[in-house]
Structure formats: C-alpha cells, structure tokens
C-alpha cells in the first residue's frame, strides 16, 4: 500500500482486491483523485481478471444514411435541417454500393455500424428496409444499427410499439444495437444538453426490452462537457443497475466529447488524463460488463492506445467513414487498417483478438501479424 499515492484510495484499493463493488462514493473519490497510476493498475486488474491478455478488435463500417434531423442536441455538430446547406440522404441503392466499395477497404468486414438523423420524411418502412436491404445483400455482415433514440422514433412513425419495432428489425436482419444517445443520464444536464431527447430512464427501457428479445446491445456515456464528476458516476451506476437486471450490455464506450461547431457554451477538448481517468474508473465501476471500449475515433489512437492498460480491453475497429466526430472537430483519422489495431495492441502488452460484433473470436494473434 506504500506505492498508492493517494491514500483515500486505500480502500477502494482494498475492496476491487477482494471483488467488491464499489459505491457511488468510492466512484467520486476515484474521479476526484489525480492519482493515475493506482486508478490505472486497478482498471487493468480489473480487466485483465475479466479478459486476460486479450485485447479486441473487429473489421467493420460505419455508415450514416442522412445528416437531416428533427433533434435539438446541442453537442452535436453534425445534424442538418431539411433544405440546409450539406444536408444529405442516401438512398438505399447508395448505402449498399457504400458498403460495397467499403468492404474492398476492409477484407474479412464483419460488422456494418448504421446510425444517421431522425429524418422527418422516412417512413417507419424505410428504416426498416435500410436494415432488411443491407442483409439481404450481405448476409454475412451483422448489421448493428439504430441507438436507442432511433428505435423510439422510427417505432412512433410506424404507431407502434418499442417492442413490435424491434421485433420487425430482428425479423429484417437487426443483429444487435449501437450504444448511441446515452449522453449524460443526469436529468438536470440532460435537459440542457438534449432537451427532446428520450430520457435516461428510457434509453435504459429499451435497451432492455432488446435485451429481453435477444438482442444484445452497447452503452455509451458522453463526457467532457457540462457534466459533474457525480453526474458520470451517477450515470455508471443506473447502467450498473440495468445490467444487473438483464445482462445484455456487451461493451461501455465512455465517448469524449469534441467541441468544435456545437452548441455548448465554452466547452473544450477533453484532456489525456481525464479521458484515461474516465476509461477506468469505468471499468472499476461497471463490475457486470465484460468489455470496455476505448473508441479511437474519440479518443485518438494514442490514447486509445494507453488506455489498453488503463482498464480498457476493446478499441473498436476499422471503421473507415466516421462522419458525427468529424464535424465536431475530429482528431483522429477515419480508418484505422487491420494490421495497425494489431501493432497497437501488441505494443500495449495486450494480445490482439479480431472478434465479430458479439465477441466470437474471429483470431488470435500470438504472433507478428503477416
Ligand atoms: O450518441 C455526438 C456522440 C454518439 C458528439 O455501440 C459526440 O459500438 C463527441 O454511440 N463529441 C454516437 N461525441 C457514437 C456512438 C458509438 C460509436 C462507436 C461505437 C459504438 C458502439 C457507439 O456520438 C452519440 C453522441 O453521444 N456524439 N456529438 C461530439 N460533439
């Protein structure tokens, strides 16, 4: 105990060495401390008791099918209105030759990643056509599609229920959901942030009622903004809790938040330290995920890449086109190939693992990658 610096971590320190939960307490005294080498070795216990060596990666895409959006949020820089100049759709034939030219990009592509605006105009049908359309012409990439926010949308469209709808899009080819939309659960922040979005209580609800047909899915938290240490661990403990109920969360993404052409005031980049800080105490509070992501896109590669010792065991994949961080001012590139998540995690200690969306492993590189 003489190598924690900070000594009000003594017993957190003690606690995650016996496998105990941690309180909402323990998480504030986490986030409050600057004390990044213990934080860091007790996440990376953490992960490594979960996953071992293995660190995660898939080949995929990501594709926005429109720009054009009936939300409010303020952090976001990439919707448009209808009629705005840059506002886009693509019709159904344009996403598949997307995919298309994508997939020569991406051998072995396993996972297509779709999420986009809430258009005014599609139908209920439409959504779902997207999903049955990309599948019939892929059958063998997954396709993980439509946040929480979408699902609500595209089920009032239709005058039906979360449920119905998610049933409609597993029966088109839904083969699990996006984390996408958790923002900041904190009532209070949530209504200055994203007024009109659903409610945590409700991004919650539907991820569990997917989880209850089957699907599984992912949680996000967006941070970096106008949120208070107590918000982000507030927000961890209510996923806690709905995991506890269903178990059907795969993966935690916290995503840092990007600044640029938004609408939070004074907001700024978010900080290596804080953005490694939040990757673990992550991971040291979300005892029931088996998986942490530290999405690159957000995160950039090298912090990403630090963060594979930090408590996180995923670094999410390929991607190619990643349009929402690239409007708000994006650090990071847009592909990522293969052969360089493989170095990356080699080189953080980790044994890199090419997985498909629901965690099968795809490879397991021992060795130098060909
Ligand atoms: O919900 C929007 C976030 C999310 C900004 O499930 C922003 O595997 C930072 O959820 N700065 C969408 N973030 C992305 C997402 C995701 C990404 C990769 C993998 C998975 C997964 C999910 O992007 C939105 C919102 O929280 N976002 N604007 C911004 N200015």
Redesign the pocket.
Known sequence: MEMVRDKRLIPIVEKVLQGKRLSFEDGLTLFESDDIHTIGYLANLVAERKNGKFAYFNVNV?ITPTNVCVGT?K????RKKKGEEGAYELTVEEIISKLREYRKLNPGLTEV?I?GGLHPDWSYQHYIEIVKQVKQAFPEIHV?AY?A?EIKFIAEKGGKSVEETLKELIEAGLGS???????IFAEEVRKRICPDKITGEEYLEIHKTAHRLGLK????M?FGHIESYADRVDHLIRLREAQDETGGFQ?F?P??????N?EIPGANYTTGFDELKTVAVSRLLLDNFHHV?A?W??LGEKVAQIALQFGADDI?GTVTEED??Q???ARAGQFIPKERLIKLIREAGKIPVERDTLYNVIKVYQEVAQ
């Open positions: 990501h949020c952090f976001c820089a990439f990643h999420v993980k946040t926010e959901i996006p984390g996408g939309g958790g923002e899915s992912n949680a996000t967006l993966t993404i995503l840092a938040f990007h600044p640029k938004t992501k999405y896109i957000m999410d929402i961080t409007a708000a001012g």
